[in-house]
T-cell receptor, first 114, second 111 residues
C-alpha cells in the first residue's frame, strides 16, 4: 500500500512569499504530525492532529505558521511571509494514534527561502 | 538542557565492530521509546521500539534504564550498510503525546 506522501518535494521561495506544503497520510491513520528538521538536527515537533482536530500546535515557531486537516486525512502546512530562517526540511508523519505505535514518515519537503 | 540528548558523533568504526549509542531523557514520566534510522537526505524509519525488559532484533539490541533515564542501542558485527544517523525518540509523559527526537548520532562504518 501507499505510504505517506508529501508535495512538493522541493520548494524555493523568495523571502516574503507564502507557501503551502501538503501531506497525504496513510489511509486510516488518525494521528498526523508535522516536524521541522534543520541540517544536522533531529526533527522538531511543530503540530499534531487527531483526525481533523488540531490537538497541539505548541511547536509552531510563529503565527506565520498555520496547519489544517479539515477532513481528517490530507493536511496542509502553510507558512506566510517566509523568512530565511524558515529554510528546512518539513516532515509529515502519520500513525494509528497509539503512543506505542510507529510513526511513518513522508519523504519531506525541502524549503529554501532566498 | 534538551529533553532528549544524544552524542552527535560521528562514530567511525570498521566493519565487524560492535558500537553502542546512548540517549538520555529528562522527563521521568515518559512512556515509550524508539530508535529510528535516518539515511542521508531521507526520512526517518523505525529501527526498533525499546521495551523495559530490553529487546533484540538480529544484530541490534536496545535497552531502557528508567532509573537513570537513558536508552541504549548496541550494534554488533557492523556492516557498511549500517552507516546512517540513529535518532532516539521519547514519547509521552505528563499527559503529553508529543514525540521528542534527539539530534541523532552519526555512524560511519568503513571497510
Amino acid at each position: 500500500g501507499a505510504g505517506v506522501s508529501q508535495s512538493p518535494r522541493y520548494k524555493v521561495a523568495k523571502r516574503g512569499q507564502d507557501v503551502a506544503l501538503r501531506c497525504d497520510p496513510i489511509s486510516g491513520h488518525v494521528s498526523l504530525f508535522w516536524y521541522q528538521q534543520a541540517l544536522g538536527q533531529g526533527p522538531e515537533f511543530l503540530t499534531y492532529f487527531q483526525n481533523e482536530a488540531q490537538l497541539d500546535k505548541s511547536g509552531l515557531p510563529s503565527d506565520r505558521f498555520f496547519a489544517e486537516r479539515p477532513e481528517g486525512s490530507v493536511s496542509t502546512l502553510k507558512i506566510q511571509r517566509t523568512q530565511q530562517e524558515d529554510s528546512a526540511v518539513y516532515l509529515c508523519a502519520s500513525s494509528t494514534g497509539n503512543l506505542y505505535n510507529e510513526q511513518f514518515f513522508g519523504p519531506g519537503t525541502r524549503l529554501t527561502v532566498l | 538542557r534538551k529533553e532528549v540528548e544524544q552524542d552527535p558523533g560521528p562514530f567511525n568504526v570498521p566493519e565487524g565492530a560492535t558500537v553502542a549509542f546512548n540517549c538520555t531523557y529528562s522527563n521521568s514520566a515518559s512512556q515509550s521509546f524508539f530508535w529510528y534510522r535516518q539515511d542521508c537526505r531521507k526520512e526517518p524509519k523505525l529501527l526498533m521500539s525499546v521495551y523495559s525488559s530490553g529487546n533484540e532484533d538480529g544484530r541490534f539490541t536496545a535497552q531502557l534504564n528508567r532509573a537513570s533515564q537513558y536508552i541504549s542501542l548496541l550494534i554488533r558485527d557492523s556492516k557498511l550498510s549500517d552507516s546512517a544517523t540513529y535518532l532516539c525518540v521519547v514519547n509521552g509523559g505528563g499527559g503529553s503525546y508529543i514525540p521528542t527526537f534527539g539530534r541523532g548520532t552519526s555512524l560511519i562504518v568503513h571497510p
